[in-house]
Every structure is written in structure tokens, then in C-alpha cells.
């Protein structure tokens, strides 16, 4: 149970192009679904946060209107990252709440996709 | 100062070594406390929660001293399949809502 998948796992665009990044929780509801990035070698970074039918909280540093993110359904979130430039290749990793998790609040995670852009 | 402190390593221990990592939060307000792993080029993956009797899971062991603010992890018997980066991960509430922060993780190498 609680499997997470993401689509595409690995893009590789052109700078300036916009590319949708998909988030399923497969087994389970989630009201909500946290967007992380991660740099070689660092840690994730939290980006924002997807909840069900609501506008997402995105994290101090992160842009909005560059970070699209769409929460429309119990089980997808959809991240958009539009006007791609080099700078925004990094992972970029998916996790999911369960509706039912109880008070650990544990998350889990997509496989992640990787974004190259050239 | 991060809010989630680790020892970046590497550790670059023998086959059946007993190896321990540990981990200091900074927001004494934490909630809950996990260890993932996290294997070259994946996704983080659940290893082991934290409570704060200590637990244990085969090899692993996890104990948290909420005084200090301070989480280890012990592995006993290294197998080779144990290189990771395992990464300490802290459930906080910041701004009104749950967050996991996530330390910068510490690298594991297992020789045969």
C-alpha cells in the first residue's frame, strides 16, 4: 500500500519551454501533497504545499508564477514549471499525506522526475 | 544554524562493521522524528520512524533524547546493500502546518 507515482521520471527540454510534471497517490486519498526539489548533493527543499481544492502554499524563495501547481483531485497533483531555464534542472520529488495517517504525519514519496533543461 | 543537523560523512566502514549516525534539531516544538534512506539518484524511502523509548528494527536502531534535541541511528552487521545516504527527517509545525524538514543527509560506504 501507499504507492506514489510521478510522471514523467526524467524530461529533458528546451530553455523557455514549460513542462508538467504529474503526482499520483495510487492506493489511497491525499488531501494533501508536498512539492520538494533537490540539488546534487543537498537535501530536499520543501517548494510548497498541495492541498485538494485549495491554492497551494509555496515556501519563502519560491515563485508562484513559476511554479504552477494544481491540486485538483484526491489523488493528483500536477506541477507545471513554466518558462524552464538551466537553473531549474534539479529532481524534483513528489510525497503524499494520507487522508487517514493519524498524528506521525508520515509522507510518501514519488519516485521523482528528473528535469534537464538545456 | 539548520533546523536539521547531520554529519555528511562519508563512513566508509567493512562488511559487519556496527556503524552510528547522529542527527540535532533545532525547533524543540518537533512533533515526530523519522530516518529515511536514500539511495544515488532515488527517492527517499522510509527506514525506520523514531520514538521516544528507543526502537528497533532487525539491525537498526533509533533512539531520540528530546533534552538534547538529539536522534541516532545505529547499524549493526553492515551489509554492502547498506550504502546509502540516510538522511534525518523531522515533522515540525512551522507557519501553522506539518512540515518534514530534512537534514543534508550522511553518506554510508560499505566495503566488502
Known amino acids: 500500500g501507499a504507492v506514489v507515482s510521478q510522471h514523467p521520471s526524467w524530461v529533458i527540454c528546451k530553455s523557455g519551454t514549460s513542462v508538467k510534471i504529474e503526482c499520483r497517490s495510487l492506493?489511497?486519498?491525499?488531501?494533501?501533497m508536498f512539492w520538494y526539489r533537490q540539488f546534487p548533493k543537498q537535501s530536499l527543499m520543501l517548494m510548497a504545499t498541495?492541498?485538494?481544492?485549495?491554492?497551494?502554499?509555496?515556501e519563502q524563495g519560491v515563485e508562484k508564477d513559476k511554479f504552477l501547481i494544481n491540486h485538483a483531485s484526491l489523488t493528483l497533483s500536477t506541477l507545471t514549471v513554466t518558462s524552464a531555464h538551466p537553473e531549474d534542472s534539479s529532481f524534483y520529488i513528489c510525497?503524499?499525506?494520507?487522508?487517514?495517517?493519524?498524528?506521525?504525519?508520515?509522507?510518501?514519496f514519488g519516485p521523482g522526475t528528473r528535469l534537464t533543461v538545456l | 544554524r539548520k533546523e536539521v543537523e547531520q554529519d555528511p560523512g562519508p563512513f566508509n566502514v567493512p562488511e559487519g562493521a556496527t556503524v552510528a549516525f547522529n542527527c540535532t534539531y533545532s525547533?524543540?516544538?518537533?512533533?515526530?522524528f523519522f530516518w529515511y534512506r536514500q539511495d544515488c539518484r532515488k527517492e527517499p524511502k522510509l527506514l525506520m520512524s523514531?520514538?521516544?523509548s528507543g526502537n528497533e528494527d532487525g539491525r537498526f536502531t533509533a533512539q531520540l533524547n528530546r533534552a538534547s534535541q538529539y536522534i541516532s541511528l545505529l547499524i549493526r552487521d553492515s551489509k554492502l546493500s547498506d550504502s546509502a545516504t540516510y538522511l534525518c527527517?523531522?515533522?515540525?509545525?512551522?507557519?501553522?502546518?506539518?512540515?518534514?524538514?530534512f537534514g543534508s543527509g550522511t553518506r554510508l560506504l560499505v566495503r566488502p
Open positions: 525547533n524543540s516544538a518537533s512533533q515526530s
Open positions: 492506493d489511497f486519498q491525499a488531501t494533501t
Open positions: 523514531v520514538y521516544s
Open positions: 510525497s503524499a499525506h494520507p487522508q487517514l495517517a493519524g498524528t506521525r504525519n508520515e509522507q510518501f
Open positions: 527527517v523531522v515533522n515540525m509545525i512551522l507557519d501553522s502546518s506539518y512540515k518534514l524538514i
Open positions: 498541495s492541498n485538494e481544492g485549495s491554492k497551494a502554499t509555496y
